[in-house]
């Protein structure tokens, strides 16, 4: 495009505490991605979550102390690339209220202004190209609900897979719908995620697909769980890691 | 706990065990969903449409005060007799004093949810007055003895193979056939008999406008204009968030509401009241009423985030949308608003000690948002009440009813933890290192393993990965 603005050469990544914990891979992946873009990644070793697990759960003063903790870690003005669409919303959306009336809502507002969920970064930013050198595989993509309707990522995960000239994307009859994780919603409402997330797995089966890939890992943790747990032949994954496994052929 | 208070858990754990209702719902929603979503293939259109709804409800709140007693003062001036009640139980004595008056033996009601929130059927029923369902959906629920299962479509629970068993059970001469056309035939007739009789015609309020002083109401089968026109005396029941300013109001309404609720461009019948019927002319009632139930309403209306809950048209949109709603059903919440937006308004008008559970029932997964035609943040209502429960004092009914010290001690432990680089270093290289020989049997995790395997541990970290790789700190 003529009018696209210069690319950053310089990132921020913010992890988040599911991909730390979980799946440190998937993390990895993406820090090569932007890496193999000829950006400089930039890993806070300080940070921890974006607090939405005691935001969704109704304590505000919980979430605002572990947010609070994160503000200084990003210093300037660099785009911050979160692998994950709920965390990047968290930061992007709900920071700027959590912050509301506190002495230090200015620098929360900059920072969230400055958060991209990460195939956003790499589709709208970063422009990039991808050559597959993977055997051929179907896949499906499961959108979550916070990258959808928070950070308005619908059609990018998408479109980085149709780049892989060996992938066939099936998609889910239901794209939209909720796999029934919700945070503490799985717990608190077991049998009714454990419903929601069947209806997700018929869904998946219904593709034929090798494997499911999502930018989401509390979404990955249920679904992915749900596929072993009923031996399902599909395997859930991190898009990082899928695509950077693709472009590098194994 | 309180032991009378409604059990969501329990009630959907039991709906999720009918494989018949949650083929029913899972087959309904998904229609309704695909026959919304062809109504606004349009994205401009319904955008724009959508603005314009929301910005009549958002400036019939703003002036709610002010358009109320416009709103009286026009009505009265049409001969409508406004009535004000503060709660369900005032509602309900002045529906009794009004059919006291003209020894009503009979009343047949059109679909109204204030009604179901008055529970005025069993208030009628216990004075000795016989009281019909007129909708067709609605009189099912009555004949079967249960309530509505969805705000528009109150039946929607059955199929009808259940409906012409229950029809066979409770109707004489039913015969026992499952064709809705013969069903709704044979509906029609026992309620045709009763609109001849009746002595008094109920109904709701789509939008009531106070320029005018005109009852708005819409519908599809003829029974709301039957009870309103029919019956010598009319009493429509309204909350009193369904005022609109003008009649051009009225329009972006009452489109968008059956165009989300069951995606029909127009309802078959639009119904706009204005008064009992003048000399001279040869029908109508002769007396209108209008009751406004506030209910708990103007408490919601005082608190400028809470406020958006009263925006809502009742198109039940939400329901048919949530991935919560559409596995358990509307009978689950044991509430009279099901679904999205009643997790939002039962709580805040029965409290937060009977209705705390109810928000979190969601998985916040913003699908109501997306599609709700007056653009409610019902999400982040939501995330309010979750708040307000666990918190004494604040804005709603019972708040902080769910506080619970074991809950508080483990979110600070995770703040904590959280806030601190070497409280989280030290956490997560402990959970690393164990958590995968946590036993399966433990609280929550034993929820998660029923249909999943358990979470596992990386064993090193990503900060531990990127630390090893060099990846650059600042």
């Not at chain 1, 000829?38 to 921890?48: E, R």
């Amino acid at each position: 495009m003529d009018h696209q603005p210069p690319k950053p050469t310089r990132v921020y990544y913010f992890g988040t505490c599911l991909v730390d914990l979980f799946f440190p891979d998937a993390g990895m992946a993406g820090i090569e991605l932007l890496q193999s873009q000829g950006l400089t990644v930039v890993f806070p070793q300080g940070q921890s979550c974006c607090g939405q697990p005691a935001y969704n759960s109704g304590y505000r003063a919980d979430a605002l102390k572990v947010a609070r903790a994160q503000l200084d870690l990003f210093p300037g003005g660099d785009p911050i690339v979160v692998p994950s669409g709920s965390c990047a919303g968290m930061m992007k959306k709900h920071w700027p209220d959590l912050f509301r009336g506190e002495p230090d809502e200015a620098k929360a507002v900059q920072v969230a202004g400055r958060v991209w969920e990460l195939t956003q970064f790499l589709v709208h930013v970063l422009d990039v190209r991808l050559t597959d050198k993977g055997e051929p595989v179907r896949v499906t993509w499961h959108a979550s609900c916070h990258a959808q309707r928070e950070m308005g990522v619908v059609d990018e995960p998408k479109d980085l897979l149709r780049q892989l000239a060996n992938v066939e994307l099936v998609e889910l009859k239901r794209e939209k719908e909720c796999c029934g994780f919700g945070g503490t919603f799985a717990v608190r409402h077991p049998e009714i995620s454990a419903a929601m997330v069947g209806d997700k797995v018929a869904d998946i089966e219904g593709t034929g697909a090798a494997r499911v890939v999502s930018g989401d890992c509390g979404c990955l943790l249920n679904i992915g769980g749900a596929l072993e747990a009923g031996a399902k032949a599909a395997r859930g994954q991190h898009i990082a890691q899928f695509l950077k496994e693709r472009i590098h052929g194994r | 706990m309180d032991a009378n208070a409604p059990d969501f858990a329990a009630a959907s754990r039991a709906a999720l065990a009918d494989p018949q209702l949650r083929g029913n719902f899972r087959r309904a929603m998904d229609g309704l969903m695909g026959k919304r979503a062809a109504q606004f293939a349009d994205a401009g259109e319904w955008h724009g449409v959508r603005a314009l709804a929301a910005a009549v409800r958002l400036r019939a709140l703003a002036k709610l005060p002010e358009l109320l007693e416009k709103l009286e003062e026009n009505c009265t001036r049409n001969g409508i007799t406004v009535h004000w009640a503060a709660t369900t139980d005032d509602a309900n004595a002045i529906a009794l004093d009004i059919l006291h008056r003209v020894d009503a033996k009979l009343v047949v009601k059109g679909k109204s949810m204030v009604t179901e929130e008055m529970h005025l059927n069993a208030v009628l029923e216990s004075d000795g007055i016989e009281v019909l369902e007129s909708d067709l959906g609605e009189y099912i629920v009555q004949l079967d003895g249960t309530m509505p299962s969805h705000i528009i479509m109150p039946a929607i629970h059955l199929n009808t193979k259940q409906i012409a068993h229950l029809f066979k059970r409770k109707l004489k001469d039913a015969e026992s056939r499952e064709d809705a056309a013969y069903l709704t035939d044979l509906a029609r007739r026992v309620l045709r008999a009763k609109f001849q009789a009746a002595d008094v015609g109920m109904s709701g309020v789509n939008a009531a406008v106070a320029e005018t002083g005109t009852l708005c109401l819409i519908e599809n089968e003829g029974n709301g204009r039957m009870c309103t026109t029919v019956p010598p005396v009319h009493i429509a029941f309204m909350g009193l968030e369904k005022v609109v300013e003008k009649l051009e109001d009225v329009p972006p309404v009452i489109s968008l509401l059956p165009r989300s609720a069951t995606g029909q461009p127009i309802t078959t019948y639009v119904n706009m009241i204005s008064g009992p019927r003048k000399d001279g002319e040869k029908d109508g009632p002769r007396e209108v009423h209008l009751v406004i139930l506030d209910n708990g309403r103007s408490g919601i209306y005082a608190d400028p985030e809470l406020r958006d809950t009263l925006r809502c048209i009742r198109c039940g949109a939400c329901m048919n949308h949530c991935p919560v709603y559409t596995k358990v059903g509307g009978h689950a919440y044991e509430a009279p608003y099901p679904g999205p937006i009643g997790k939002i308004l039962v709580p805040q008008i029965e409290g937060l000690e009977k209705r705390g559970a109810m928000p979190h029932a969601c998985t916040m997964c913003n699908a109501c948002v997306e599609i709700c035609p007056v653009k409610i943040p019902i999400v982040e209502i939501m995330g309010r009440l979750r708040v307000e429960a666990v918190k004494p004092g604040g804005a709603v009914k019972d708040g902080g009813a769910k506080a619970s010290r074991a809950e508080r001690m483990v979110w600070s432990g995770w703040a904590a933890m959280n806030a601190s680089p070497t409280a989280y270093r030290i956490a997560t290289a402990a959970m690393s290192r164990l958590g995968n020989a946590a036993p399966s049997s433990l609280p929550m995790l034993k929820e998660w393993t029923n249909v999943r395997t358990k979470p596992r541990f990386a064993g090193r970290t990503l900060h531990d990965l990127a630390r090893a790789k060099g990846i650059p700190d600042a």
